[in-house]
């Protein structure tokens, strides 16, 4: 029994011990309470709606967390203080930082608000293991530049089609991408799976350029009818970026509904630390965004709207849900602050504004 009870006060301890500190005082006086209750790596999966669509898991984002929160002890506390920074970042947005200041008649002048980054610039180094039967060329790659520059800034055409519900929510995210080098590799493996072997020179990849200044995107067969896979900000610096199957790269026939370009807007998305619109959970696990209705599962096709789960209607033509390519056609202003978060002072992402 001693033993037992030795035991439940170590239990105690270790619950307290990651408990978030939810009174974290931060700079220039203001109390800051940031609620980390709800913060989750670890998902299940499996935990999807049933549908008949054979690219169900087109996706392995979570999955491929999964394995690297295993095989990475200190990955789990570094996306805990990112979450908390991208937390605080989103409660002080357009407060200024020290509201006790100059309001008062006192001497001190106001205090201004975190300067707007504005526009930020991400090169991209398109890495290819080149099969000859799913080609890639300079036309998929010109267009894959040209996609994610429309989604990201709010000019992919079909928004028009975005209902009068979700409207006022559309983002411009304001991120321009540009080509700054393609890396191309004669491949003759059918399947280069999940375990980042196309990112590793040395498992017969390519290496990644500079990845705190770069966007690295490896175009290669991933096999399994998976479309793409990303790696959040927080991960090992060798293996950031996104990795996107050769028939869903760009404008690219071979890709049918998945074939303009749309893999690689998602799984940008999750590189600057987007989770899936459904929170990949049942409906009362978020994606740690306000103004995105919960669901509690992905979408797939070209759902009609109103789509209704978890009593609201979901936000199916999100770029963070499973659609049809020419069905998704938004992020939210929510996830654009998440977004930026990232490039702030002390984000993850910072590194590519400085
Ligand atoms: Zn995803």
């Known amino acids: 029994?001693?033993?037992?009870?030795?035991?439940?006060?170590?239990?105690?301890?270790?619950?307290?011990?990651?408990?978030?500190?939810?009174?974290?005082?931060?700079?220039?006086?203001?109390?800051?309470?940031?609620?980390?209750?709800?913060?989750?790596?670890?998902?299940?999966?499996d935990v999807e709606k049933p549908s008949s669509n054979a690219k169900k898991d087109k996706c392995q984002t979570m999955k491929?967390?999964?394995?690297?929160?295993?095989?990475?002890?200190?990955?789990?506390?570094?996306?805990f203080d990112i979450e908390k920074h991208t937390r605080t970042y989103i409660y002080f947005k357009g407060k200024p930082k020290n509201p006790g200041?100059?309001?008062?008649?006192g001497n001190t002048p106001p205090p201004a608000p975190d300067p707007y980054i504005g526009i930020i610039?991400?090169?991209?180094?398109?890495?290819?293991?080149?099969?000859?039967?799913?080609?890639?060329?300079?036309?998929?790659?010109?267009?894959?530049?040209a996609i994610l520059n429309a989604d990201f800034n709010n000019?992919?055409?079909?928004?028009?089609?975005?209902?009068?519900?979700f409207a006022d929510l559309v983002a411009d995210t304001e991120i321009t991408f540009t080509l700054a080098a393609i890396n191309r590799k004669a491949s003759s493996k059918s399947e280069w799976g999940t375990r980042d072997a196309m990112k590793l020179e040395s498992e017969g990849g390519i290496d990644a350029t500079d990845p705190t200044n770069n966007l690295n995107l490896w175009v290669c067969e991933i096999g399994g009818g998976i479309l793409g896979y990303a790696q959040f900000p927080g991960g090992?610096?060798?293996?950031?970026?996104?990795?996107?199957?050769?028939?869903?790269?760009?404008?690219?026939?071979?890709?049918g509904v998945y074939g303009h370009g749309r893999t690689a807007t998602h799984e940008v998305g999750h590189w600057l630390?987007?989770?899936?619109?459904?929170?990949?959970?049942?409906?009362?696990?978020?994606?740690?965004?306000?103004?995105?209705?919960?669901?509690?599962?992905?979408n797939y096709g070209c759902p009609s709207?109103?789509?209704?789960?978890?009593?609201?209607?979901?936000?199916?033509?999100?770029?963070?849900?499973?659609?049809?390519?020419?069905?998704?056609?938004?992020?939210?202003?929510?996830?654009?602050?998440?977004?930026?978060?990232?490039?702030?002072?002390?984000?993850?992402?910072?590194?590519?504004?400085?």
């Open 101 to 105: 200041g100059g309001n008062g008649g």
């Open 155 to 165: 000019n992919n055409p079909n928004t028009a089609g975005v209902p009068k519900e």
């Open 64 to 79: 491929v967390l999964n394995r690297q929160l295993k095989e990475n002890p200190g990955l789990e506390k570094r996306m």
């Open 305 to 354: 709207y109103p789509t209704v789960n978890c009593k609201s209607n979901d936000m199916t033509m999100n770029y963070m849900d499973y659609v049809d390519d020419n069905c998704m056609y938004m992020f939210s202003n929510g996830q654009n602050d998440r977004i930026r978060a990232i490039f702030a002072s002390e984000g993850p992402r910072e590194s590519f504004v400085n």
């Open 121 to 145: 610039t991400i090169p991209v180094v398109v890495n290819i293991l080149e099969d000859p039967a799913h080609p890639v060329t300079q036309a998929h790659i010109d267009s894959q530049i």
């Open 236 to 255: 090992t610096l060798a293996t950031d970026g996104v990795v996107i199957g050769s028939d869903y790269f760009g404008e690219n026939a071979a890709g």
């Open 1 to 45: 029994m001693k033993k037992l009870i030795f035991s439940l006060a170590i239990l105690a301890l270790t619950v307290v011990a990651c408990q978030p500190n939810s009174d974290e005082v931060v700079p220039n006086q203001e109390v800051a309470t940031i609620d980390m209750s709800d913060f989750y790596v670890y998902t299940d999966s």
């Open 273 to 298: 630390n987007l989770r899936h619109i459904w929170g990949d959970g049942r409906c009362r696990q978020d994606d740690f965004v306000a103004d995105t209705p919960s669901s509690d599962g992905a």
